[in-house]
């Protein structure tokens, strides 16, 4: 917990630095595809220390996560290429038959299983990064991130 509290607090010391905007941008870039602290801590420092750049504060930081998500999306992808016979074989309960439901559900529910992740706080990456693993539209997958993403930081 300590390291949480250490990376909670490092984030926002960001805001107190000329560079709080690039560092909004790469912690949403990177919470949309690895990293575990969400870019809204620091969104939400800047735009009170300086109300008047809030909405760039936002564009920032939804650019920045579509971007990130779309690493994300790539990731799943060689992930899974990599790796997903290593599933099959090794992980409990984790069959061809549990993993062909999902990818249907993902295919029938694209669009809402990324925009519900987008803007709550479901983890965003992990839906990034299942998205890439099973195969999603790619224009879907970025038109339900762009409008999830911008909604949730344009309300901060």
Not at 50 to 72: C, E, H, I
Not at 76 to 94: K, N, R, S
Not at 113 to 132: D, L, R
Not at 133 to 150: D, E, K, L, M
């Amino acid at each position: 917990m300590r390291l949480v509290r250490r990376l909670y607090d490092w984030v926002l010391r960001w805001a107190e630095t000329p560079y709080g905007a690039p560092a909004l941008f790469m912690l949403a870039f990177a919470e949309s595809s690895f990293f575990p602290i969400p870019p809204d801590v620091l969104l939400l420092a800047l735009c009170v220390s300086v109300p008047a750049k809030s909405f760039r504060f936002a564009l920032t930081a939804s650019v920045g996560s579509v971007l990130g998500g779309v690493v994300g999306y790539g990731i799943g992808i060689g992930l899974w290429e990599a790796v997903g016979g290593y599933f099959f074989l090794y992980v409990p309960g984790f069959t061809e038959q549990a993993f062909v439901h999902v990818q249907d559900l993902f295919e029938v529910y694209d669009f809402w299983a990324v925009f519900t992740a987008g803007f709550t706080p479901i983890p965003y990456k992990v839906i990034t990064i299942g998205s890439g693993v099973f195969g999603i539209n790619f224009a879907v997958f970025v038109a339900a991130s762009a409008i999830s993403r911008s909604l949730r930081f344009f309300l901060v």
